[in-house]
């Protein structure tokens, strides 16, 4: 099982920008596509993007397109996510996982997930 710590959260007025990281443990790293999602308050857990294993095909949610965009690099065991032109709405806790299945959209199909990092974004 691949064990995964996020980080780069924190605090961004809107407009702005954040890069998220999430490292990886295990040798396995490069054999597992990579996922982002984020939940705000009392919604459900809502897909972002998600990356090959290979790291050559992305998939982004639609609401992100053109200003978020993942990538991995497989010697250093991390899957970034490059945030851009950040919303209010956007607040949430974001969060990392790994999956056997690409490209996968829903959380179900995940079998290791990150703790999760907070994304606070000011208006």
């Known amino acids: 099982q691949v064990q995964l710590v996020e980080s780069g959260g924190g605090l961004v007025q809107a407009g702005g920008s954040l890069r998220l990281s999430c490292a990886a443990s295990?040798?396995?790293?490069?054999?597992?596509?990579m996922g982002w999602f984020r939940q705000a308050p009392g919604k459900e857990r809502e897909f972002v993007a998600t990356?090959?294993?290979?790291?050559?095909?992305?998939y982004h949610a639609d609401s992100v397109k053109g200003r978020f965009t993942i990538s991995r690099d497989n010697a250093k065991n991390t899957v970034y996510l490059q945030m851009n032109s950040l919303k209010p709405e956007e607040t949430a806790v974001y969060y990392c996982?790994?999956?056997?299945?690409?490209?996968?959209?829903?959380?179900?199909?995940?079998?290791?997930w990150g703790q999760g990092i907070q994304v606070t974004v000011s208006s």
């Open positions: 990356i090959h294993w290979s790291g050559r095909d992305t």
């Open positions: 295990g040798r396995t790293f490069s054999s597992y596509a």
């Open positions: 996982a790994a999956t056997t299945i690409y490209p996968a959209t829903t959380p179900r199909d995940y079998v290791g």
